[in-house]
Structures are given as C-alpha cells and as structure tokens.
T-cell receptor, first 115, second 112 residues
Framework: KAGVTQTPRYLIKTRGQQVTLSCSPI?????VSWYQQTPGQGLQFLFE???????NKGNFPGRFSGRQFSNSRSEMNVSTLELGDSALYLC??????????????FGEGSRLTVL | TQLLEQSPQFLSIQEGENLTVYCNSS?????LQWYRQEPGEGPVLLVT?????EVKKLKRLTFQFGDARKDSSLHITAAQTGDTGLYLC????????????FGAGTILRVKS
C-alpha cells in the first residue's frame, strides 16, 4: 500500500512569510502527527489530529497551526516565519490515536529553509 | 533538556565491530520504540518493547528495556555498512501526556 506522502519535499522562504505543508496518510489511517526535526534536538512533537480534531499539541507558538480534512489528509501552517523555523517537518500516520499507537509511519518530510 | 537522553550522539566504527547505544530517562515509560532514519527519509520503526526487562532480537540487533522501564539499549553485532543511519528512541509516558516523545538520536556511521 502507498506510504505517507508529504509535499512539497523542499522549499525556501524568507522571514515573515508563511508556509503550508501537506500530508496524505496511509489509506485507512485516521491519526496524523506532525514533528519538527532539527540537528541535536531530535523530533519535537507539534500536534496530532484524529478524525479532524486536534487531540494533542506540543510546546510550539501559535504561529504553528494545522488541520485535518474528512479524508484524513492534513496540513500544517507556519505564519510569520523565523530563521529558527528552518527544519525538516515530518508527518506520521497511524491507525489509532495517542502514544499507544504501536507504530508510526513517517513520510520523507518537507525540508523548510528560511532565509 | 530532553526527556529521553541518547548516547553517544555520534559513533563511527569499522564494519564487523559491535556497538551499543543507550536511551535513558528519569521517567517511567509504558513502552519504548526504536526507529532508524536514513538520509532523506523518514524514521522507520525497528522494534517496540513494553515489559520491564524485556529483550528482543532482530537478526544482529538486540534491544533491551530496563527493569524499571526508564532506559533501553540497542546492541548491534558485527555492524555492516547498511546499518549506517540515525537511531532514535521514542517512548510513551503519561507524564508527558498522550503523545510519543523522541530522543535526539545517535548517528551511526559504519565504515567498510
């Protein structure tokens, strides 16, 4: 079956701009989680969506937001970009919600560079 | 401060050597997972351990969950160049809410 698909793979933005990233989960998976990955910090949890509702949120400012559609596809948005937002943004899908999910299936990520 | 501390941060070894990487915390975890991430790709799950003291073997990889469920280790026997990658541990704990927490990872480079 098709894996998790993230678009775009690479993008370059300037400070102050906004960006929208997209994630299509594995068919049948209803939970989508977003992580920010930077060198030395590992994966930092952004938020999780299940059945179009945000179920969990990490410690990120309000500039980071997301949503999930009825087909389980998810988008995340970062407004007023800062240099420190440069990172690999990973999306992961799973069949059920929460940390007892068994396995997270990750996409290849969207590499964001903020200049 | 990371909830899950991984060590070492970086490891470079020759093919055929053995190695162990560690994942430690002061918190008790209900389960711990190990993922491997290769350049340009997302992490892929290797194993999940759920019982204190549990040992799981996956070919040349041996995973152990500490008795107190606060730490885990990954041992690789006779490393191969294909083992090169970033190894991440991740755990679930109610102390951190209903979400999976990741360590910063160990970068492993196996040279031929």
């Amino acid at each position: 079956k098709a894996g998790v698909t993230q678009t775009p793979r690479y993008l370059i933005k300037t400070r102050g701009q906004q960006v929208t990233l997209s994630c299509s989960p594995i068919s049948g998976h209803r939970s989508v989680s977003w992580y920010q990955q930077t060198p030395g910090q590992g994966l930092q949890f952004l938020f999780e969506y299940f059945s179009e509702t945000q179920r969990n949120k990490g410690n990120f400012p309000g500039r980071f937001s997301g949503r999930q559609f009825s087909n389980s596809r998810s988008e995340m948005n970062v407004s007023t970009l800062e240099l420190g937002d440069s990172a690999l943004y990973l999306c992961a899908s799973s069949q059920i919600q929460g940390w007892n999910t068994g396995e997270l299936f990750f996409g290849e990520g969207s590499r964001l560079t903020v200049l | 401060t990371q909830l899950l501390e991984q060590s070492p941060q970086f490891l470079s070894i020759q093919e055929g050597e053995n190695l162990t990487v560690y994942c430690n915390s002061s918190s008790v975890f209900s389960s711990l997972q190990w993922y491997r991430q290769e350049p340009g790709e997302g992490p892929v799950l290797l194993v999940t351990v759920v019982t204190g003291g549990e040992v799981k073997k996956l070919k040349r990889l041996t995973f152990q969950f500490g008795d107190a469920r606060k730490d885990s280790s990954l041992h690789i026997t006779a490393a191969q160049t294909g083992d090169t990658g970033l190894y991440l541990c991740a755990g679930g704990t109610m102390e951190y809410g209903n979400k999976l927490v990741f360590g910063a990872g160990t970068i492993l480079r196996v040279k031929s």
